[in-house]
């Protein structure tokens, strides 16, 4: 199972970007999540945001709280990040993911059991 990703580029500071990630068909019979992680060289992989695919019901983390923001188009089993303001910390490798999370476990990476690719965010200064 693929989850595809679009939309990374390079940005200069204070200016937007939207990601997008499709999942495949009948994915949300084994997930009730989908989310955006973040992780750069040598680092961890960061939550950003996840999405509760049946109810819309959205969770930020509080580096991104205001600035970014997380939706879905069930129709077409996809969801988007529209990022804006972007500060030069928030360049990374961008990740969608999907899986099965609670309230208090949304943001750990390993409840998380399909991912895409990756897809590259660059914010100049």
């Known amino acids: 199972v693929q989850l595809v990703e679009s939309g990374g580029g390079s940005v200069q500071a204070g200016g937007s970007l939207r990601l997008s990630c499709t999942a495949p068909n009948g994915l949300h019979y084994r997930t009730n999540t989908m989310g955006w992680f973040r992780q750069g060289t040598g680092k961890g992989r960061e939550a950003v945001a996840a999405i509760y695919t049946a109810t819309g019901d959205p969770r930020y983390s509080d580096s991104v709280k205001g600035r970014f923001t997380i939706s879905r188009d069930g129709a077409i089993n996809t969801i988007y990040l529209q990022m804006t303001s972007l500060k030069p910390e928030d360049a990374d490798m961008y990740y969608c993911?999907?899986?099965?999370?609670?309230?208090?476990?949304?943001?750990?990476?390993?409840?998380?059991?399909?991912w895409g690719q990756g897809t590259q965010v660059t914010v100049s200064s």
């Open positions: 993911a999907a899986g099965t999370t609670e309230e208090v476990n949304w943001y750990a990476a390993i409840n998380y059991n399909y």
